[in-house]
């Protein structure tokens, strides 16, 4: 059972554009979320988080949205720069953190074109 | 460079066979994590250790097992090894024990099993 769902595998944007990547979950008990980058032949590298007591976090080009409802997030990269081209994973822990595990999902490859 | 190194970088081996991967945290924190990434699927929390303990455990099978050492290095012990054993190998390290807190990623051990 997949509780941390990316559902396109794939985003292709222009250079200068924005990126939107999108993230759902199906477990309420979630409510620490974070986004990590990885490159080829690279560990992923941790970009931006956000707590469930927030709807949004921005930091530089990153913003990140939640709704909690909707139980959806999503990652806007404004603007979009060749060298986001990666692959984005989105993940989740529940208990503010206390609970130690990360659920990941599978990840997002995302390609800017010049 | 994310200060969590990986050894080895690549690993071959035969069924049946035992193996251990290496992870030295980054400078001052206490957890480390271990995950697996098999083809097409995200990263699988398998164990955590802070401070020389284990804190949290995942989907980890019972042939593998980890532990910390006073120095803080970890080791992943797989044995038993089977064909779908082969995947990539991620440790991460983080300051705190909880996951309130970026993770920070080695580049990854890749296990092939022929």
């Known amino acids: 059972d997949q509780q941390v769902k990316q559902n396109s595998p794939s985003l292709s944007v222009q250079e200068g554009r924005i990126s939107i990547l999108n993230c759902d979950y199906t477990?309420?008990?979630?409510?620490?979320f974070l986004w990590y980058k990885k490159y080829p032949a690279e560990g992923p590298t941790f970009l931006i988080s956000i707590s469930s007591i927030k709807d949004k976090n921005e930091d530089g080009r990153f913003t990140v949205f939640l709704n909690k409802s909707a139980k959806h997030l999503s990652l806007h990269i404004v603007p979009s720069q060749p060298g986001d081209s990666a692959v984005y994973f989105c993940?989740?822990?529940?208990?503010?953190?206390?609970?130690?595990?990360?659920?990941f999902g599978k990840g997002i490859t995302l390609s800017v074109r010049p | 460079d994310s200060g969590v190194t990986q050894t080895p970088k690549h690993l071959i081996t035969a069924t049946g066979q035992r193996v251990t991967l290496r992870c030295s945290p980054r400078?001052?924190?206490?957890?480390v994590y271990w995950y697996q990434q098999s083809l097409d699927q995200g990263l699988q929390f398998l164990i955590q250790?802070?401070?020389?303990?284990?804190?949290a455990k995942g989907n980890i099978l019972e042939r593998f097992s980890a532990q910390q050492f006073p120095d803080l290095h970890s080791e992943l012990n797989l044995s038993s090894l089977e064909l779908g054993d082969s995947a990539l190998y991620f440790c991460?390290?983080?300051?705190?024990?909880?996951?309130?807190?970026?993770?920070?990623f080695g580049d990854g051990t890749r296990l092939s099993i022929l």
């Open positions: 400078s001052g924190d206490l957890s």
């Open positions: 250790y802070y401070n020389g303990e284990e804190r």
């Open positions: 993940a989740a822990s529940a208990l503010g953190g206390a609970n130690s595990k990360l659920t």
């Open positions: 477990n309420s008990m979630f409510d620490y």
């Open positions: 991460a390290s983080s300051v705190g024990p909880g996951a309130n807190q970026p993770q920070h």
